[in-house]
């Protein structure tokens, strides 16, 4: 089977490409990428006026499957992830069972081949069940296909614990995900701790109790030669310290999560729990300093942290709400309309933080458009504009904060492996 994508924008980070070509597709990979491309036999999806990128690739997304079905699995997720653009998705392992051994990563991995229309890879946990106190048997989750390792929304408070599990990714070559909270600091905590939280009644959740962890997983990560990755970095203060860290050669990198990079906790006075999300939607200052990072190289990529709910977790008082933000399908155009549209964020440099930067990250043959490689394709249409109906998402999840908005900008078709999965915004398969 051939696909030839025509006459779009090409923007391909991984071989400085911005140019009008063409794609041809063939038995799923990438054959050549040029203008002018004449392939007679070859089936024409026309991208003129639109944009046309290497997948996306999400390193930080709860499918809930296995144990929380009624909240996401695998084959909603990945739906969601194709109408919101992704081609690849990495699942964190707070399911039930967690997956800290071998038979879980495999189920996940059966389970994505059987139910799902993106590629998955699953993220093992750093210690048995979650709990902080044994670390798992990294060597058999590898093996499974892990392509990291994180206790996800659970710190890692014990710093033994820690600083092994760093010492054991070198050996692996796969990043520690750290979830940095100092629970201590942040216990009861429902929203940034500031201005706003006075004003709203709210308990404040400090920046120190990112910023803390950060620190010490920094050190450790030094001195075990190890290579930390930090998940949904929030304030500036982390910015900071894992800047001069990049600097002394210490081996980290992070991502940052889109809504932390277009809401702040201004928003939280409506009391929609929806706004709800751990790390909490931080100060002005702090946006405006993750949005100056990302062309630094500071951060090395996007990530959703996609949390979806069921409708009862979220439709409560605002202490009772789970924390947590369904955002596959909104990360894009959220992105577009906030950052790129306004200038505040280069296409190019959005492309690269969710393309190539996360596929070199874990060792992905995927995120560029080079001829032999997967041909998973996302295609942009930076023109259009719809309002954002979270009843009319894929994911089961609902709770979405930007819900009502007219945003600028969304997916126009999804491709992976070489078949059209999604076309303006619609499942096609």
Sequence with gaps: MKLLVKGGRVIDPANNLDEIADVLVEDGLIRRVEPGINEPEAEILSAEGKVVCPGFIDIHVHLREPGYEYKEDIASG???????????????????PVIDNNAVADFIRRRAQETGVVNVYPIGSITKKQEGQEISE?????AAGCVAVSDDGRPVMN????????????????PVIAHCEDVNLSEDGLMHEGYYSTLYGLKGIPAAAEEVMVARDLLLAEAA?????????????????????????VRVTCEVSPHHL?????????YDTDTKVNPPLRSQE??????????NGVIDCIATDHAPHEFEAKDCE??????????????????????VHPGKLELMDMVRLMTVNPARMLNLNRGALIPGYPADITILDLEAEKTVEPNQFYSKGKNNPY???????WPWATIVDGQVVALEGKLVI
């Design 286 to 295: 702090d946006v405006l300093a993750l949005r100056a990072a990302l062309e």
């Design 225 to 249: 030669q190890g290579w930390v990755h930090f998940a949904h970095i929030s304030t500036r203060g982390t910015l900071e310290m894992i800047r001069q860290a990049k600097q002394r050669g």
């Design 78 to 96: 990945t739906r969601a992830a194709a109408a919101g653009g992704f081609t690849s998705l990495c699942c964190m392992p707070n399911t039930n």
């Design 138 to 142: 990294m060597a058999d989750l590898v």
């Design 403 to 409: 819900k009502g908005r007219i945003l600028r900008g």
């Design 159 to 174: 710093a033994e614990i820690m600083r092994r599990a760093l010492e054991y990714s070198r050996i692996f070559n796969i």
């Design 318 to 339: 605002y202490p009772l709400a789970a924390f947590g933000i369904s955002g596959l399908e909104t990360a894009v155009p959220a992105l577009l309309n906030d950052l």
């Design 262 to 270: 277009t809401l702040t906790d201004e928003i939280v006075g409506s």
